[in-house]
């Protein structure tokens, strides 16, 4: 059962024994589906980082920077020079909380992304405790990469993902594209006041 005081992109609970896909085919399409909507997702915080800002250089800056924690430091920083002026105090504060929490969920969905798009997909040799003759089936998922040993345990990962759980992911970057979207708007709107 999901632990539910925990942000939804905390890492997947279970361990190698969990099974994944009985086709390669699913977790392959499911990654490169989550791929391609975590590049909207970046997209989109570039669109409120220049709506946080003016500056030109700035915002070139930002779109060079390939790093989810100093996009995130960039990003804060902007939303904390957010201008107030007569009739806007109390919706310029909102924005400066709603975009924190935004920047958070950012963060801590780019650390699914990396599991994804820096994982491997690993066949598994198991039971198939569903047919109740259990016989040996392959099947696949993605573990973390090898080159992160704190995601690996005694020679085995401590977690795999199945496509239905990549697939989950690539929706939740889609959301993550649309709230940074509308907080671009949400913004402009403030301070053409």
């Known amino acids: 059962m999901p632990d539910d005081s925990l942000p939804p992109w905390t890492r997947p609970s279970g361990g190698p024994a969990r099974h994944g896909d009985k086709s390669?085919?699913?977790?392959?399409e499911a990654i490169g589906?989550?791929?391609s909507n975590w590049e909207g997702a970046e997209v989109a915080a570039l669109i409120l980082f220049a709506a946080l800002t003016t500056d030109e250089k700035d915002i070139a800056n930002?779109?060079?920077?390939?790093?989810?924690r100093d996009r995130a430091i960039q990003l804060r920083r902007a939303a904390s020079s957010l201008p107030f002026s007569e009739g806007n105090n109390?919706?310029?504060?909102?924005?400066?909380?709603?975009?924190e929490a935004l920047v958070d969920a950012y963060e801590g969905w780019s650390e699914r992304r990396n599991d994804v798009a820096h994982g491997?997909?690993?066949?598994?040799?198991?039971?198939?405790?569903?047919?109740?003759?259990c016989p040996?089936?392959?099947t696949f998922s993605v573990c973390p990469s090898h080159a992160n040993k704190k995601k690996w345990f005694a020679g085995d990962p401590i977690y795999n993902l199945n496509a239905s759980?990549?697939?989950?992911f690539a929706r939740a970057f889609v959301v993550l594209d649309k709230q940074f979207e509308q907080m671009a708007k949400r913004v402009r709107a403030v301070t053409a006041v």
Do not use: H
């Open 90 to 99: 109390k919706e310029v504060a909102n924005l400066k909380v709603e975009i």
């Open 33 to 35: 589906r989550a791929v």
């Open 24 to 28: 390669a085919r699913p977790i392959y």
């Open 136 to 138: 040996t089936v392959r």
């Open 120 to 133: 491997c997909v690993t066949p598994m040799w198991s039971p198939d405790y569903a047919n109740p003759e």
């Open 62 to 68: 930002f779109s060079r920077t390939f790093s989810i």
């Open 165 to 168: 759980e990549i697939r989950a």
